[in-house]
């Protein structure tokens, strides 16, 4: 895979990772009450639309980089967002990390490693 593609995948990567975060700090108002209230409440703050902004710039930059890669390479190297948001998700929100979830990102980041590593070639 050219720099380029490497590239693109980081900043999917980024992006993605921004608005699955920009998403979580929406919907994570406790005050914001039950059912249509609280999708008013969500629609109200600006990190719902951090999130859909980072969506759209998301899906072209995969777009670009599915254009680069075999289907079977691109959906495996992205699986790395997984762990990129779980680690995140730990640091920004204090969610817990147990052990098989710490277990499930080592397998990933290894699959992702396998895979690309084979792209390299």
Known sequence: MTPFVWLLLSLNLVVDSA???AFKAAAADPDAGEGAQRWRAMARRP???IGMACYVVE???W???LSL???SVGVLLGSINI???MLLGRALFKERLTLMRVAGAALVSA???VVGLG???
Do not use: H, K, S, T
């Open 69 to 71: 890669v075999p289907l």
């Open 47 to 49: 990190y719902l639309w």
């Open 63 to 65: 777009i670009a980089f």
């Open 111 to 113: 699959g992702v490693a």
């Open 19 to 21: 608005g699955q975060l």
């Open 119 to 121: 792209a390299r070639g």
């Open 83 to 85: 762990v990129v948001v």
């Open 59 to 61: 899906f072209l930059l």
